[in-house]
DNA sequence: CGGAGCTCCTGGGGGC
DNA sequence: TGCCCCCAGGAGCTCC
């Protein structure tokens, strides 16, 4: 399940496979996969071609490339075009939903089974190729507004790793919910970048339950627990960040970090690494939930 | 309008 | 062996 740091690594794949580059065309294989782009599959793939990449852009799980006009002379190498100094006025947006991968192949590797969108470069290189299982991912061509964000996700907090996250602010809007802490935690609208399996991790290590009602966090609570968030993934991006070194941008969950470095989250009846206590598995919100029930009391007055 | 629940999707795995 | 159901959950949408 792709949170902050799987997004991270893939953007830090883009930026060093696709950046600069010009896209020469686009097949569209799946059209769920393109479902949040106003204008259909064909629009899409105009709005793409001949367009040239720049440093793609992370905001939470959201991930864009903006896109340039590449050079009036086609086929004429632009060199030392720095990226970034040119506003774009558009962007690829792409989000990996629960299955997404964006992978470097070879022009001439078999396609994956579940391979919904290719991109094409005029350079001839390696293919930029979107490939989701489950289809709850999707690229879209989104126009930028304030900020240099595209308007689909400017609904979007900064993510806990963004200069302009407030952590004083994210203290005070939580606090004036009237739902439960996890609940809070997952909501992107108010801090974005974590799911289900970050927001396990973090929680356990600020020892504090998933039903704490956001009324009742203290503001010293609110912030433990974003650093915990911040401190679970930056340990998560180390580990997962050595995966896209290779010429295969991994992008999937499979940052390595599950299995190795996981706290509560796939551990039920395991110790709990602090107390020894059995890891336990609770549903919620028709997903699971995993905690110590030592370290993380409940609540007298639990909220979902 | 905030909060809560529903829904989309597919393959793996368990039960019978 | 085969079939069916459950499970995974991000986030937009709807309803209250």
Known sequence: MPELPEVEVVRRGLERWVAGRTVDDVEVLHPRAVR?????AADLVARLRGRTAAVPVR?????????????????VAEPDRRSGEEAADDALLVHLGMSGQLLVQPADATDERHLRVRLRFTDGGRELRFVDQR????VAVDELGAGGVPLSVAHIAPDPFDPAFDDAAF???????????KRALLDQTLVSGIGNIYADEALWR????????????????????????RAVMTDALAQGGTSFDSLYVNVNGESGYFERSLAVYGREGQE????????RRESFMNRSSYLCPACQKRPRHPRW
């Open 36 to 40: 949040r782009h106003g204008g259909g």
């Open 59 to 75: 905001r939470g799980k959201y991930l864009w490339v903006p896109l340039r006009q590449s050079g009036a002379a086609s086929g």
């Open 135 to 138: 289809t709850f991912g999707g």
């Open 171 to 181: 203290a005070r809007r939580l606090r004036a919910r009237r739902t439960g802490l």
């Open 206 to 229: 600020a020892r504090l339950h998933y039903a704490r009602a956001t009324e009742g966090v203290t503001r010293a609570e609110a912030v433990r627990v974003l650093d915990a968030a």
């Open 272 to 279: 709990c690494d602090r107390c020894g206590t059995p890891i």
